[in-house]
């Protein structure tokens, strides 16, 4: 049984940064993708950066290149997206999701942490 349990969220200024965590377990993610994917009040959900576990090649959303990092520790069975200059349009309920890369949607999916970014 997959498990994505993500962290990190909180509170924080706009201009600030943060870190949330994707711990995974139950397979190995070597022919896999994890994603970071985000949804707003009232808006759908988007998808905002994956990373190929096997390569670390990476994807991002428009809206957060060069702001965000993804990222991914292979001992530790995680992944991380790093968070710099933030803004308030950012402030939202962040999933981590993963998906086999021959899959075109992502299976398994996290419970979500919240990031509030006040301006």
């Known amino acids: 049984q997959v498990q994505l349990v993500e962290s990190g969220g909180g509170l924080v200024q706009a201009g600030g940064s943060l870190r949330l965590s994707c711990a995974a377990s139950g397979r190995t993610f070597s022919s896999y993708l994890m994603g970071w994917f985000r949804q707003a009040p009232g808006k759908e959900r988007e998808f905002v950066a994956a990373i190929n576990w096997s390569t670390a090649y990476t994807y991002y959303a428009d809206s957060v290149k060069g702001r965000f990092t993804i990222s991914r520790d292979n001992a530790k069975n995680t992944v991380y997206l790093q968070m710099n200059s933030l803004k308030p349009e950012d402030t939202a309920i962040y999933y981590c999701?993963?998906?086999?890369?021959?899959?075109?949607?992502?299976?398994?999916w996290g419970q979500g942490t919240q990031v509030t970014v006040s301006a």
């Open positions: 999701a993963t998906r086999r890369i021959s899959d075109n949607k992502y299976t398994y």
